[in-house]
């Protein structure tokens, strides 16, 4: 992976912040990345498991973001994150996701949504 883009759920301002070399460059309801992996911080996870209080410790990592579609925008499927219930991001069909091609990120009913592409 080239650049890397840490995107993650902001709780407090209710949209996705984009973290770039250590620094959030950005804060965005709807965009795009490409190349994307999904990361999910062990440790974060258990704090917020002990604690019972969410914490930043999940991204997906992207090499590049986009505000305009540079792909159709075609679901094909759908990823989403709860640490109460497992260790890594899954899928429409609760089966573990590691990466993927293009996302877009974007919020439905004030909750995040995280779709997959067709590319």
């Known amino acids: 992976m080239a ?7 902001n709780l407090h301002k209710d949209c996705f912040s984009v973290q770039h070399k250590g620094k959030v460059i950005k804060h965005a ?13 062990e440790s974060g996870r258990q704090k917020v498991l ?13 090499c590049n973001i986009f ?6 925008d075609y679901e094909i499927d759908t990823a989403r ?7 890594s991001f ?5 089966k573990p996701i590691t990466h993927t091609d293009c996302v877009k990120f974007s919020i439905v009913d004030k909750k995040p949504k995280i779709k997959i592409l067709m590319r």
């Open 67 to 72: 505000d305009e579609p540079s792909v159709s």
């Open 29 to 41: 309801t709807e965009f795009y990345g490409t190349t994307c992996e999904f990361k999910v911080r």
């Open 50 to 62: 002990k604690e019972q209080r969410k914490n930043v410790h999940a991204f997906v990592v992207c």
């Open 90 to 94: 899954v899928n429409s069909q609760d």
């Open 3 to 9: 650049a890397r883009y840490y995107v993650y759920w």
């Open 81 to 87: 994150y709860n640490p109460y219930k497992g260790s």
